[in-house]
């Protein structure tokens, strides 16, 4: 199939697995992974932090990279921080390692 003439390829089970950003991971496991509480994922996702995508049931749905976020936040705020203030901590180095991964792909593609 060609994408441009019949729409986008629909990734097939074996690439969601490989997809950092796949919500794969309901609340529940979510928390039991990052050994925290649902409350704990909500108030991220109220923090503006993370935004789970929802399933057809109004269910809410993590990807890889929304429970490492998670699970950074949750170390900040074991060592003291205060959860807003580590929800921005967090989002600041979230921004500042996409703007060294696309220098890196500029610098590459010179």
């Keep these: 199939m060609i994408p441009d003439q019949q729409g986008p390829a ?26 925290t509480t649902q409350g704990f994922l909500r108030s991220l996702d109220e923090a503006g932090l993370i935004t789970p995508q929802r399933s057809a049931g109004g269910h809410r749905r993590y990807s890889r990279q929304q429970l490492r976020l998670a699970a950074r936040v949750r170390e900040l705020v074991d060592q003291g921080t205060a959860i807003d203030a580590a929800c921005r901590i967090v989002s600041l180095e979230d921004q500042l390692h996409e703007a060294q991964r696309r220098n890196t792909e500029l610098r590459a593609g010179d």
């Design 10 to 35: 629909t990734p097939s089970a074996a690439d969601k697995f490989d997809d950092d950003h796949y919500p794969a991971y309901t609340m529940g496991r979510a928390a039991d992974m990052l050994g």
